[in-house]
Every structure is written in C-alpha cells, then in structure tokens.
C-alpha cells in the first residue's frame, strides 16, 4: 500500500519503506478473484474511467463502458470496446444504480468490474452484490470497506492492532458527569463532536462547549449522543509528505501496515494520519479504501502503474514488484482544474465545455482528463 499526499499543486513525495508492501496481497482472495480477467467494465466517468482503459488495454483486456444520457458523447465512451447505455443525467439514476451496473457486467460478459474512485468505490453493498453475482470487484473485501466507513469500529479496530489513534471516548455512557469525567481523562483541550464541532481548551469551559454541541445534534438527527477526542493544536494531516524523516516515514509506513493486516485489506488503498506539528506524534485518521485521486503523482514518482497492478491482483497474481524493489525519484505536483464559481463561495459550476486545451504529454508531464482537447483527443 503507498500512502500518498493530499497536497494538490505541491511538492509530492511517496514512501519508500522496506517494510511496507506497495500494496497489501499477503491474504488470502476471495474465490471468485482467482481467475483471469480479459474484460472488465469501468462504473465510472470521466478521466479516471479513461485512466483505469489506458491500463487496461496495456494488459489485452477488453473494456467495457456505461454512460448516462449526459455522458453518450464523452470521451471514455469513445475509448471503449462496447458502451452501454444505464439511465438519464441524475447519478442517482444512472452510476449509483448497482443492480444497472451489474445487469450490463453479465449481458456483455465482464469477469470483474472496476469502481474507480467516488460513486459506488466504497460501496459496501455493491462489493457484495459484485461478490454473489461471481463478479471481481476491484476494491478490498466488502468487509474491510464497512469496518473503514464506521468511524468508531475504524479507531477500535486500530487501537487493537497498536496503530496509534486520537485518545477519546465513544461510550454509551452520554451522562454529562461520565463525558466530563473522561474529558479529564483525555486531557484538555478536547473537541466534543457531534453536527458541528466544539472545542473545550479548559474544563471550565466543557459544560458549555457540551451543552451547545448536544442541542445542535439534537435539532439535526434527534440525537444528542456525542464521542470526546482529544484537540490536537496544530495539527499536519500526513498521509507521507515532504518533510518528515526517515524515521518517522517509516513509522507512519509501518502503522499503515498494520492497519491493512488489521481489516484483512487487499489491494490499492490509502491510510491517513494526522500529525502534531510540535511534538511529531501522529494519530490514524482514516482509511481510504480505494484508488486515490492523486495515484499519478506516485507512480509518476516511482515508475509504477497501480491500476494495472489492481486489475493483476484481483486476476490473483503476485506483485509485480516487491518494496525494495520501489525506487523513488525526485518529486511530482498534480494540479486538478475544477469548474467552480469564485464568486459564488466556489461551489461547482455545472456548463458546457467550451474550450479545452492542455499541454504536450511528455516525459514529464501527465494529462489525465475524460473530455476532448480542442485540438486533438488525449
């Protein structure tokens, strides 16, 4: 498993531990992933399902495409050996219909399917459904999505496995004399999390802070439970990053490791920590269980190619290299164009695209994008 950065435009750096497997395959598979995969089908859009061809192709295996009524003319539907067409514009209607989804997977005769990342990706119903219908899904185990999805199971089940975790309280004791007590416990400051976060600094101000969460929460969801974390003050989120030491890399790649084997994970996914940045103690944040949006800038920086490395463990093959094998050189930025509207809070800014044009792919430089150049097609 690589755990990468969430640092869009920034230097970017990858781990290179000896003792942290690139990607975790030391379990045993599901019986259904033990065959060899020759077509596939992407449920998803855009770049990463014109990436996840790309890859796909390299290695001979046909794909297959589904589109919603707003998608018939893109680029990924161009790119594929067959295209199927799943319902109107709305994702609810359309990529977010599973039973759609794996009704084109068996009429075009696909052994797995690849979720990408957003839509059904962490969906651990769909990972099942694909399961019983003897359909690889190209993600971990129904099991390990569920257990990284809950926050609490998630923080329990690292704890157990010694990968460090925020100290806090998630009891069903919710009397204010046992939140206060545990409060003491943790430490101050504590963040009381609920709708909407509050911070206690000192005791004194618990009561309030408690107080104002329990009736915000009670108003949202009638439910005035809360859970106690102790407040990190100048926290760094690091999944691996510029920065660090070598020591402490390989720390971080350790834990994550450890979090992998604890939830039985196989395959591409990311492990995030968040880091105090006096006292370099770092604590699990979550899990990603996933291909991460920002996988170009790894093996940009290594020389890899993780999604053919997904679709090769999912057929049950080994790695095709071991971690000292990885050699990391020098660094990458990965610069995501979005379109938002600054003047409206830059929220998303839906339209028709116009005009496009990118840069030369080269040596150096990497498109990834699921529309047309208006000069040529990627």
Known sequence: MISFVKMYGRISQVLRNPTQPLLYHNLPRWKSTLRKIDKLLIANRGEIACRVMRSARKLGVRTVAVYS????????????????????????????????LLEVAERANCQAIHPGYGFLSENVEFAESCHKSNIVFIGPPATAIRDMGIKSTSKKIMDKAGVPIISGYHGEDQTNERLRSEAKRIGFPVMIKAVRMRIAHTEEEFDGALESAR?????????????????????????????????LRQELGAAAVRAAKAVGYVGAGT?????????????????????????????MITGTDLVEWQIKIASGEKLPLTQEQIQSRGHAFEARIYAEDPRGGFLPGAGPLLHLVTPDVSEDTRIETGWENSNKII
Not at 72 to 89: C, F, K, Q, T, W
Not at 221 to 237: A, C, I, Q, T, Y
Not at 284 to 291: P, V, W
């Open 69 to 100: 009524d707003a998608d018939e003319n893109s680029l990924h539907v161009a790119m594929a050996d067959e295209a199927y067409r799943i319902g109107p514009a709305a994702a609810s209607q359309s990529y977010l219909r599973g039973e759609k």
């Open 215 to 247: 009736t915000e929460s009670l108003k949202a969801f009638s439910d005035s439970v809360v859970l106690l974390e102790k407040f990190v003050g100048e926290p760094r989120h690091v999944e691996v990053q510029p920065g660090l030491s070598t020591e």
């Open 271 to 299: 492990v995030e920590f968040i880091l105090d940045k006096n006292t370099h103690s770092f604590h699990f944040m979550e899990m990603n269980t996933r291909l991460q949006v920002e996988h170009p800038i790894t093996e």
